[in-house]
């Protein structure tokens, strides 16, 4: 099945856990920003160029101040690979998005897996929630077959539905990526919601920029290999009950996200105390309702919405088939406590993320939940 992708609110899926720092590795003039090349720094500057770069790193310069010093009509283009607008405050670290030879993509691995949660999400009331989530992979249950071996039951990948799922990459020739702002959005201990202590930038696919993707289910090899997988799932059927299945999933999800928000405004203890914080609500909700209607407008098995990448938060990460307050609450228990190592190579548990209700957060842009992609079968 080919289809084509479009990005319905800007998305990102990171290159990496190295984060690109301001001054240095990037440098913003206006509201532009520029990845750094040193090939180009060298190229600018002569023999001296990356002496003059470590210099300026020492003193806590910016690399972009110290080449205007030198060439009053330089352009970001002299010394960047790559130049992108800024939509929001400049931060200090920047998150790339992955590219190959400069193109940005999303991963067929990101897409799968959000076919994944959605086949879950849809097929929850087939699975058993376990009382200890560190014993239980609830993928398991639904999408692979166990298999005994010396008295115990196992999960081998060659007797999962999923290796009969093949998607591929989607890349968005000829697309400038955007920096954008990205904070939290989520309850916390001292009643406010817009938590930006955490924020950073991340260069994100823009919205309305296409790809093209292939999703392809083989039927012929799971018909060759049914008696070591498990029954196949009435959304896996056929390519029109999957695409029915992401969709209805996202929307679910999405009215489950207004409900929750909608109910804190109406609660005494959590309550938005500013009028920014109002109105980042209000407009984070009409986005919601934004995207709810692009989810009324695919048409039944023909196309979708899902959601892809960065700051996805808690309910699109599980799929939402968590509801069990109580594993709720040992999960959340579980996050709060970090191991670390002590100086005499003890490790101790600490607590952390104290201040939020749930560790979790959803992270948005610009009043924007990130990552919604549409994806339509070409004919």
């Not at 309850?187 to 999703?215: G, N, Y």
């Not at 105390?273 to 980042?280: A, F, G, P």
């Not at 098995?301 to 040992?330: C, H, P, Q």
Request: aromatic share 8%; hydrophobic share 35%; charged share 30%.
């Amino acid at each position: 099945m080919k289809c084509k992708i479009e990005i319905v609110t800007p998305c990102h899926i990171g290159a990496g856990d190295n984060k690109l720092i301001k001054d240095i590795n990037f440098v913003v003039d206006g509201d532009r920003v520029g990845v750094v090349s040193p090939e180009k720094i060298y190229s600018l500057l002569g023999d001296e160029g990356i002496d003059k770069w470590c210099n300026a790193i020492d003193r806590k310069e910016s690399i972009w101040e110290v080449v205007k010093t030198q060439n009053a009509n330089a352009r970001l283009e002299d010394i960047c690979d790559r130049v992108m607008e800024c939509c929001g405050a400049v931060c200090t670290e920047l998150g790339e998005q992955i590219a190959s030879n400069g193109t940005p993509y999303i991963p067929g691995s990101s897409i799968k897996g959000a076919i994944v949660s959605a086949i879950v999400g849809e097929c929850r009331d087939r699975i058993t929630l376990p009382t200890d989530f560190d014993k239980s992979n609830i993928i398991e249950q639904l999408l692979v077959k166990p298999v005994e071996k010396r008295g115990q039951i196992t999960y081998n990948p060659q007797n999962s539905l999923l290796r009969f799922l093949r998607v591929s990459d989607a890349y968005f020739d000829n697309v400038d990526t955007v920096a954008m702002e990205s904070y939290g959005l989520n309850l916390r201990e001292d009643k406010s919601i817009v938590d930006k202590k955490a924020r950073m930038l991340v260069e994100c696919i823009d919205s309305d920029s296409e790809a093209t993707v292939t999703i392809q289910w083989r039927a012929d090899l799971y018909n060759e290999s049914r008696s070591v997988v498990p029954p196949l799932p009435q959304v896996l059927s056929s390519e029109a009950a999957m695409l029915t299945a992401i969709n209805d999933h996202t929307r679910r999800l999405l009215e489950a996200e207004k409900k929750f928000w909608c109910e804190q405004k109406k609660r005494d203890y959590y309550h938005v105390d500013t009028d920014d914080e109002q109105k980042e609500l209000d407009c984070y909700l009409n986005t919601i309702d934004a995207i709810i209607d692009h989810c009324d407008c695919c048409t039944s098995g023909k196309s979708a919405i899902m959601r892809v990448g960065y700051g996805s938060g808690w309910r699109f990460m599980t799929g939402g088939y968590v509801d069990n307050e109580g594993l709720v609450k040992k999960i959340a228990h579980k996050i709060r406590t970090k191991r670390e190592r002590t100086a005499d190579n003890r490790y101790v548990y600490v607590d952390h993320y104290q201040q939020y209700d749930f560790p979790k957060t959803r992270r948005i842009a610009d009043y924007t939940p990130l990552g919604f992609v549409k994806i339509s079968r070409i004919k």
